[in-house]
């Protein structure tokens, strides 16, 4: 399904208002009644007032009635950015499809663990500075971010967690 989500949210991308940055995103959230939700970004010439094409088609499906939990897949054309992360935490999609930076399609649950295994990899290159032409300080640099994301994941992880917990225990009280 994913896949095919990506592709509509490829088509939808078209419809971007992207006059500024020249760089079309479409968003396609899929609820778990099947309904899906288009998204686009939409620019302004103040640019911190534009808003992003996860957060459209998120917004268009709790103006249809969704709220947290109900919307299970999201497909973006981008990555997105820390604020839309969030967002996409807040609303619990259990699948989120994004193309990183080299534009492969990736799932974001899978990328921590592909992080781990690059820097576990990396740290076991023992050679002197000279002949790996500084990969000691980029190892170490990729251990900042991948200890920076594990944290942030580790945050979510345990907010949803969390969240679960309170829903339980409102339902067995109530
Ligand atoms: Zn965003």
Redesign the pocket.
């Known amino acids: 399904m994913s896949d095919k989500l990506y592709e509509q949210a490829v088509r939808v991308a078209e419809r971007a208002y992207a006059p500024y940055s020249s760089f079309n995103v479409g968003a396609v959230a899929r609820a778990r009644d099947g309904r899906v939700f288009e998204g686009v970004n939409v620019e302004n010439a103040a640019y911190p007032l534009g808003i992003?094409a996860?957060?459209t088609a998120i917004s268009r499906a709790v103006t249809d009635g969704c709220r947290p939990g109900d919307l299970e897949e999201i497909a973006i054309t981008a990555s997105?950015?820390g604020?839309?992360r969030q967002w996409i935490h807040e609303f619990r999609f259990d699948r989120v499809t994004f193309k990183n930076a080299e534009g492969e399609l990736v799932r974001a649950e899978e990328l921590m663990s592909a992080m781990d295994e690059i820097y576990s990899l990396l740290v076991t290159i023992d050679y002197p500075d000279g002949v790996t032409g500084g990969l000691r300080r980029t190892t170490d640099a990729l251990r900042a971010v991948l200890e920076r994301t594990r944290g942030d994941l580790t945050t979510a992880m345990v907010a949803a967690r969390l969240q679960g917990a309170i829903e339980r225990a409102e339902r067995s009280v109530g």
């Open positions: 992003c996860e957060r997105p950015c604020g839309c």
